[in-house]
């Protein structure tokens, strides 16, 4: 689980944070390149301004078709209607003027009219001509402050959930066609005169959770205020950077973009926004955090890899309790009318009725609801015990009945002088296959790896790292690389993850075996021994220390 922060010392932190990096964005070639972008958009009359907005009421940056090609290498889609808007056009006309002396006075003929004088002027009149809004041009991305947050993760997914919970006004997700006030890009909205939250559910989960605490904080701060629009956006962003921050996640992307772009380089007033605004950081965290935790612990516990180890530490005692309440139908074990997924069924009953009488049984009752891998487990340890005569209650189950145990032993019966510190590295050979190297690489770590040569370099194909539990005798792969394809997979924890690798190590052991790999070199911390320099001391070797079978063959068995 993510530590994340507590203390009334990271929120000031996360507010000095949110200083630096707007000044920071000041400073970038990146708030440079949109100003220079920004200064090749024509800045249009009051009248274009109302012309341009009755006809698109969402058009943000509006260029005409050829400036849209040559000043930013986008093109308007097929299509497209342009917006109407009146353009100057300035023209050369021979009129007829009064003259005028060096002292700007008319002169006059002998009867007193003034003198006439034919001569070009300038002529401003207006026509009819047609921009194009960004959102009907497509090509180059146009140079931004502000980046989209991509991704999710569970501190994500718990920050979502935690703010439906104790939010107390209504919460929608829509779509950009599910509501219109979406089309101009909004990532989100607080209505204060419908007082409702409604966020771009199209969107991933960390611009999400970003997305609705910047809106809920609207909610609590800006229902009824008299504050300018650039002082609620940036409390509103402010608060979700620094909730975010509190809870493992990091938006500064763009928080310090978004807020700098409505900061308008006044330090001064950001740091009184800012300070003004840190008991009601406290306030929210304060009121999060307990639900958080409580999500974010279900969230993991859902996607959670459970070891054989932990199942039996977890479910020992509730195998024996629903074992005993199972002693009542075991008639039904002889009754032709029972199928066996009526026993199922019976089975899954005394479970739940198990893990729901203990509070100490919480985690167990939201696993069998909630985690697949769990509930096929333990129901099917469950269904052993009632339907197998032999079954064995002092025994452990979960670790005994484990793919983990399996590749366990597998790897004992090729390679136990490593398991037991004898030697430190282990080469294999086999006629028609790749050479198998296995070593240790860090106390109780492992690496087995099919290897050969490409232009110099050792190429993995495939190369796998695990850990062995030599106390439960339990082998668990971490991660799995295949360096013709560049592909590098770690488990982290992940469920599908570790059961596609355990399925993987168990089907390689045992290919290794069918195809008759033997020994070929021994690396012990004493010495070396290689069947070309010593095939008999490599024999005696693998016999002493329990592979036998995969010791090399002599030269009479060979021939």
Not at 323 to 337: C, G, R, V
Not at 451 to 476: C, Q, S
Request: proline fraction near 3%.
């Amino acid at each position: 689980m993510t530590n994340y922060k507590s203390s009334d010392e990271k929120t000031k932190q996360a507010f000095e944070m949110i200083e630096q990096g707007v000044k920071d964005v000041y400073s970038s070639d990146s708030f440079k390149q949109y100003l220079s972008c920004l200064s090749r958009f024509h800045n249009y009359s009051l009248n274009n301004t109302l012309l341009i907005l009755a006809q698109k009421p969402d058009a943000s940056l509006v260029a005409g078709y050829r400036s849209w090609q040559t000043n930013f290498n986008r093109h308007v889609d097929k299509g497209e209607k342009g917006l109407m808007i009146l353009a100057p056009v300035t023209y050369k006309e021979d009129r007829l003027i009064n003259k005028v002396d060096e002292n700007g006075n008319v002169e006059l003929d002998e009867a007193g009219s003034p003198i006439q004088e034919q001569r070009q002027v300038n002529v401003t009149r207006f026509k009819t001509t047609t921009v194009f809004d960004i959102s009907q041009t497509s090509g180059d991305p146009l140079p931004s402050l502000i980046h989209d947050l991509t991704g999710s993760n569970n501190e994500a997914k718990a920050i979502i959930q935690s703010v439906q919970s104790i939010c107390t006004i209504l919460i929608e997700f829509k779509t950009e066609t599910e509501d219109l006030n979406l089309m101009t890009g909004a990532k989100g909205y607080y209505s204060p005169k419908e007082d409702k939250i409604v966020i771009n559910k199209d969107l991933e989960d960390l611009q999400i959770a970003k997305t609705l605490i910047h809106e809920y904080a609207h909610s609590i701060l800006h229902k009824q205020t008299d504050k300018n629009q650039s002082q609620r956006e940036i409390e509103a962003e402010s608060l979700a950077f620094v909730l975010c921050d509190h809870f493992g996640l990091n938006t500064s992307e763009y928080s310090f973009g978004y807020i700098a772009s409505y900061a308008e380089k006044d330090f001064d007033e950001l740091k009184s926004i800012l300070n003004n605004i840190q008991s009601t950081a406290h306030e929210m965290i304060e009121q999060l955090e307990p639900v958080f935790k409580e999500k974010l612990h279900m969230i993991e516990m859902k996607s959670k890899y459970i070891t054989p180890l932990e199942m039996e530490q977890m479910n020992h005692d509730i195998v024996i309790q629903v074992s005993s309440l199972m002693e009542q139908y075991k008639d039904a074990l002889n009754d032709p009318n029972v199928s066996t997924s009526d026993i199922h069924e019976m089975v899954d009953q005394q479970i739940y009725d198990v893990i729901n009488s203990k509070l100490e049984y919480s985690d167990q009752t939201f696993l069998f609801g909630n985690n697949h891998d769990y509930y096929q487990t333990l129901r099917t340890i469950c269904f052993e015990a009632f339907t197998d005569p032999n079954f064995d209650l002092s025994k452990n189950w979960f670790i005994e009945n484990s793919i983990e145990h399996r590749n366990y032993e597998l790897f004992e019966q090729i390679a136990q002088p490593l398991l037991t510190n004898d030697a430190y590295y282990m080469k294999y050979a086999t006629p028609g296959f790749m050479d198998l190297n296995v070593e240790i690489i860090d106390e109780n770590r492992f690496a087995m790896a099919h290897n050969y040569e490409l232009n110099g370099d050792l190429m993995a194909d495939p190369d796998i790292e695990f850990t062995v539990d030599k106390d439960n005798r339990l082998l668990y792969p971490q991660s799995y690389q295949q360096d013709n394809l560049q592909f590098y997979e770690r488990v982290d924890g992940d469920p599908f993850r570790a059961n596609e690798l355990n399925r993987f190590m168990n089907q390689w052991i045992h290919n290794i075996q069918e195809q008759k790999y033997k020994v070929e070199t021994v690396y012990t911390d004493e010495f070396e021994l290689s069947t070309k320099e010593n095939p008999s001391g490599v024999r005696k070797f693998c016999k002493e220390h329990g592979i036998a079978k995969m010791a090399p063959k002599s030269k009479e068995l060979e021939r």
